[in-house]
């Protein structure tokens, strides 16, 4: 390729496209090695860039398989805020989940070999549960906001959290149907449970 001066080099890249490179790196890299074997050295080498490249991106390699929670929590945030009034704590979750959906489906390929990842990394899944806990003081807020008193807004976040991941894990597992059926099928289960 040629550079803008027409001459033979590397072309600039955007850091949209360098942070991409670097969580696909990331991903071969811990599925071939395992993530405690691998650096970030290593990582910004097979994505073709610095180390700097890398810390300018993430503060360490385990942020790499969690980068996009805060857009996630904001957009959940925002969905339970624009989820009609007259729904309960569980359905305006619920809607709240169903917007979400999509960033996960559009996702897939990166969500699948994540999840294994994470599954096979005893600091990883320390790590999830950390961005777990905050996913779910940030949904009780906005349930709180909504008017749900504190005691439920708790209750229905981390029950309606573990219901999503719950239908996450299964879309994972059965990718013949769509994240947002195993969501509406999980909360489904969840109601029969309560009756």
């Not at 180390?51 to 360490?60: L, M």
């Not at 569980?90 to 960033?103: P, S």
């Not at 950390?130 to 439920?152: C, I, N, S």
């Amino acid at each position: 390729m040629t550079d803008k001066c027409g001459t033979l080099g590397s072309v600039p890249r955007s850091g949209a496209d360098a942070r991409r490179r670097l969580q696909q790196a990331a991903l071969e890299l811990y599925q071939e090695r395992g993530f405690d074997r691998t650096t970030s050295a290593e990582i910004a080498a097979r994505a073709g860039v610095n180390e700097r490249t890398f810390f300018r991106h993430f503060p360490d390699k385990r942020e790499v398989l969690f980068d996009g929670e805060a857009d996630l929590r904001a957009a959940l945030m925002q969905s339970v805020a624009e989820a009609p009034g007259e729904l309960p704590a569980l359905d305006a979750l619920l809607h709240a989940f169903r917007r979400a959906a999509q960033i996960l489906e559009d996702n897939r390929a990166f969500r699948e070999p994540r999840l294994r990842i994470i599954a096979a990394t005893p600091t990883l899944r320390e790590r999830e549960l950390a961005k777990a806990a905050m996913l779910t003081d940030a949904l009780a807020e906005a349930l709180r906001q909504r008017g749900v008193a504190d005691r439920l807004a708790g209750l229905a976040a981390a029950t309606g959290w573990a219901t999503f991941h719950h239908a996450a894990q299964d879309w994972i597992d059965d990718p013949s149907r769509s994240l947002e059926k195993h969501l509406l099928q999980a909360f489904d289960d969840l109601r029969g449970l309560a009756s």
